[in-house]
């Protein structure tokens, strides 16, 4: 039943996205809301971590097989793909570029703020 309450909790957020996705006018994806709100709610203790802890972990772990439904889309539109391949995979390599090093910034940069936090704290 506590899974049950958690997925309903993280789902409830996700139509809250989709929701906004509809009404707002802008190019948002539905899922970067629901994501935006679920931070918001854990940083502000709205949402419990515990309350939807075992759910995400476990939403996680399955991750890779939702990437199937995909895979199998692009497999089944390579006529229409293969002529934009190359423009395609430059774009996706600078893209993960781009988010990596975003990411890691982003990151070191709250590992030092934590760390001057914990020493303004001594």
């Given at each position: ?5 958690q997925f ?7 139509f809250?996205?989709?929701l ?21 709610g ?14 995400g972990k476990?939403l996680?772990?399955?991750m ?26 430059i ?7 781009t ?12 590992i030092r703020m934590n760390?001057?936090?914990?020493k303004?704290?001594?």
């Amino acid at each position: 039943m506590k899974y049950i309450k958690q997925f309903l909790i993280i789902l409830a957020i996700s139509f809250i996205g989709e929701l906004l996705k509809y009404l707002l006018p802008f190019p948002i994806p539905a899922s970067i809301y629901g994501m935006a709100i679920l931070f918001t709610g854990l940083m502000t203790g709205i949402i419990k971590l515990d309350s939807v802890k075992e759910t995400g972990k476990f939403l996680i772990e399955i991750m890779p097989v939702m990437f199937i439904p995909a895979g199998v889309g692009i497999m089944t539109s390579w006529g229409l793909l293969k002529p934009i391949l190359v423009p395609v995979c430059i774009i996706t390599v600078v893209t993960v570029v781009t988010v990596m090093a975003a990411t890691g910034r982003v990151s070191q940069c709250i590992i030092r703020m934590n760390k001057e936090k914990g020493k303004d704290d001594e």
